[in-house]
């Protein structure tokens, strides 16, 4: 009782003395206290606040990591104890919370609460200290690191950048990826309008062939992976991928497995809505890190092979001035109205710009996507390393890639009837992705009428293709021998060209797949249509030479003669 007494009457003491001594003596008394503390504590503290200088106006960014970080190591620790309770002793209190737009839970550590971790051998801890503001209903948030005061200068700097790296990589995998379209009003806060990017497509389920496959990933991952040699190298950290091949090979799939792969957004840029190079650039800007810059049907969006023509009519044109002198009002008039049209539009040199230019350099760890139908439609200059890094040929499907639908459409694994896809594959015969996912699809319920319609298309593209002979027979007996039922050969809508290009090492020409027999038909075919052509236009001529004599000395190539 007597000691209760005193520590009341010491209370007491304490509560006098503050209300008599002056507050900077107060202030004094309790540095020097502090001081004394942290002298006798083994350990050492650091705060991360919310809010960088005394107004609190700036975000520290090194709060931003320490939230990510604990996250998933609060991720890692719930997955653990979901997969085994017995080997998980976290025990720490969690806030759960999710958004609107997602169906991710997130998990952070809850207000005053502490989650411990190690590093080097070493115990750390993390508290996630909130105190109110008086007089306010602003909170201020800061975290504060405890770590063994002895070896704080080995282990501090070495910890933050693991710390940094972790939750940077944890961002890009866990955040919400977006699907980004312009909306035509650049000049104003955004010019992109974006909805959550859910495209289940991946490389798993795409139908490539393995060897493509494995040179996109391995490409894909070298580019994510080479902050530091693209730094080194002085080159902006920035890929170009051109994609072409007929319509349903598979293109915009694989851009949305690219995308998921990387965990990037997506921009789709729409050129038709673009006004002019100004808004081109701003656009460019507005995008993020980490994200995928898609041009679609680049041949088609914009007439740039006009540029190359305009620009040599103008050089001809000077040429011809500069020699006579003489520029006549109508001409001038028509180059202003020629330099206004230009102003009001998307240029050849503009586009240039943006994938290699000085403006290209305005983000880090982005990728650019142009995709045609047509390759020899696309000006060359768009085409060239630095800015079309990757040239992918995306043809019908190989066997492998047949082989990959078959498993993900109808889960087989083997079928008697794939020896005659083979074969149907190597006599010309092959389809398009698309074309194939449309006969599996609409037979899912059934492996074997899909497989006998696969093959009834491909022997109907070779007979379209003028295909036949021995081939034809054996590909017939081994078809009707996998069932003794009579199968009709049903005609279907003929299949797009096969599109064959020349594989390589080189990432120019990266190729899909390529039949063996495909070449020498198209070879053969185009020499016998070049034959016919060079006939008619022999008996055109001989025609025109006998109704008008008259002009046996014009030259035909010469409009001046």
């Not at 405890?146 to 995998?173: D, G, M, S």
């Not at 041009?295 to 914009?302: F, K, Q």
């Not at 390759?375 to 995306?394: E, F, I, K, Q």
């Amino acid at each position: 009782m007597e000691m209760l007494s005193q520590l009341w009457s010491l209370l007491g003491l304490l509560t006098v003395l503050q209300n008599v001594l002056p507050s900077q003596l107060l202030s004094l008394l309790h540095s020097l206290y502090q001081s004394l503390q942290d002298m006798l504590c083994p350990y050492s503290y650091f705060d991360v606040p919310e809010f960088n200088g005394y107004c609190g106006v700036h975000l520290n960014d090194l709060y931003r990591h320490v939230n990510l970080y604990l996250n998933s190591l609060v991720n890692v620790n719930v997955n653990v104890t979901a997969t085994n309770p017995s080997s998980s002793s976290f025990n720490a209190r969690l806030t759960l919370s999710r958004s609107n737009s997602s169906n991710r839970i997130s998990f952070t550590v809850a207000p005053n609460h502490s989650v411990s971790d190690s590093f080097g051998g070493h115990i750390l801890s993390w508290t996630h200290h909130v105190d109110t503001v008086q007089d306010s209903l602003d909170e201020k948030r800061s975290f504060v690191l405890k770590l063994p005061k002895r070896h704080r200068h080995a282990l501090l700097h070495p910890y933050l950048h693991h710390l940094t790296a972790r939750a940077e990589e944890f961002e890009r995998v866990s955040r919400e990826r977006r699907l980004f379209t312009n909306n035509g009003h650049a000049s104003y806060d955004s010019g992109w309008v974006s909805v959550p990017f859910r495209h289940p497509s991946t490389f798993d389920t795409l139908a490539l062939e393995p060897q493509l496959k494995s040179q996109l990933t391995g490409d894909l991952k070298a580019f994510a992976n080479g902050k530091d040699f693209y730094h080194r190298v002085g080159r902006a950290w920035k890929r170009g991928y051109f994609l072409y091949g007929p319509p349903g090979s598979g293109k915009s799939s694989l851009i949305a497995a690219m995308a998921n792969y990387l965990c990037y957004d997506v921009y789709d840029l729409e050129l038709t809505k673009v006004s002019d190079n100004s808004e081109l650039r701003a656009l460019l800007i507005q995008t993020t890190n980490r994200s995928i810059v898609v041009i679609e049907d680049i041949d088609c969006s914009l007439d740039l092979t006009a540029d190359r023509q305009q620009l040599r009519l103008s050089m001809n044109t000077k040429s011809t001035r500069s020699k006579a002198r003489v520029r006549s009002r109508q001409q001038k008039q028509e180059d202003e109205d020629c330099d206004e049209q230009n102003a009001g539009r998307v240029t050849l040199s503009g586009l240039l710009n943006f994938t290699d230019g000085l403006w290209s350099c305005c983000g880090e760890e982005r990728i650019i996507i142009f995709t045609t139908n047509h390759r020899d439609n696309v000006d060359p200059a768009l085409l060239r390393c630095g800015r079309m890094d990757v040239h992918v040929n995306l043809g019908n499907c190989g066997p492998h890639a047949f082989r990959a639908m078959a498993k993900n459409y109808l889960g087989l694994d083997s079928h008697p009837l794939f020896e005659a896809v083979d074969r149907c594959v190597r006599s010309g015969g092959a389809l398009t992705p698309a074309q194939v996912g449309e006969i599996l699809l609409r037979n899912r319920g059934d492996a074997d009428v899909a497989m006998k319609d696969v093959v009834s298309a491909m022997q109907a593209r070779i007979n379209l293709d003028g295909g036949g002979g021995g081939g034809q027979d054996q590909l017939a007996e081994l078809y009707s021998s996998c069932d003794d039922q009579t199968v009709m050969m049903r005609a279907t809508s003929s299949p797009e060209s096969v599109l064959v290009g020349v594989g390589g090492g080189s990432p120019e020409n990266w190729v899909s797949s390529s039949p063996p027999g495909s070449g020498r038909k198209k070879k053969a075919a185009e020499g016998d249509q070049c034959q016919r052509m060079k006939m008619k236009f022999l008996v055109r001529l001989r025609s025109l030479t006998k109704s008008d004599s008259g002009r046996r000395g014009v030259c035909l190539t010469c409009p001046n003669s």
